[in-house]
T-cell receptor, first 110, second 112 residues
């Protein structure tokens, strides 16, 4: 079965602390993995995708096929990182439907 | 440029009534998706249109839900005989070939 699991509903850290939002997936084949972010009162937007292997707003995520994980990391959290983060997968090329995890709310305190 | 737009932004209806939700995708995007965001279920895929291909309806929760995409552009999601469990934010997204999905602001549906 296709599934994305985000075990933490809420993650609270202080500004400057490291952050890791966990994501595990189950998929038969080679999925494409994404992190989407939704800031307060804004629309859902792409943060990063594993094939790009880039860092966006200081966030990185490495696809670990052995552990079927795609954890999102940032070494030093900022208050403006407070948002809802969704891990998602798609079957091919990013144009197939997205299967989302239930999301993790990140709160960064000053 | 203009992003994905959805209307109405909010819709309150009575149980048993039909509702129509509209999505205007980004011009030139061939793929269009509908998702539902609810407290209990998170973000769920509903239906996917790609060009002239038959839509992928595998996520529609019941036969009360249907969607059309006219002329390869605007899409309408219709929910017949609404139930309270249909209350959610309905999100539309569009995508060019082989690229990122761009989401609209959503329509918040409340069924009383």
């Amino acid at each position: 079965a296709q599934r994305v699991t985000q075990p933490e509903k809420l993650l609270s850290v202080f500004k400057g602390a490291p952050v890791e939002l966990k994501c595990n997936y189950s998929y038969s084949g080679s999925p494409e993995l994404f992190w989407y972010v939704q800031y307060s009162r804004q629309r859902l937007q792409l943060l990063l995708r594993h094939i790009s292997r880039e860092s966006i707003k200081g966030f990185t995520a490495d696809l670990n096929k052995g552990e079927t994980s795609f954890h999102l990391k940032k070494p030093f959290a900022q208050e403006e990182d407070s948002a809802m983060y969704y891990c998602a997968l798609s079957g091919r090329g990013g144009t197939d439907k997205l299967i989302f995890g239930t999301g993790t709310r990140l709160q960064v305190f000053p | 440029g203009a992003g994905v737009s959805q209307s109405p932004s909010n819709k309150v209806t009575e149980k048993g009534k039909d509702v129509e939700l509209r999505c205007d995708p980004i011009s030139g995007h061939t793929a269009l998706y509908w998702y539902r965001q609810s407290l209990g279920q998170g973000l769920e895929f509903l239906i996917y249109f790609q060009g002239n291909s038959a839509p992928d309806k595998s996520g529609l929760p019941s036969d009360r839900f249907s969607a059309e995409r006219t002329g390869g552009s605007v899409s309408t999601l219709t929910i017949q005989r609404t139930q309270q469990e249909d209350s959610a934010v309905y999100l539309c997204a569009s995508s060019p070939d082989s690229d990122t999905q761009y989401f609209g602001p959503g329509t918040r549906l409340t069924v009383l």
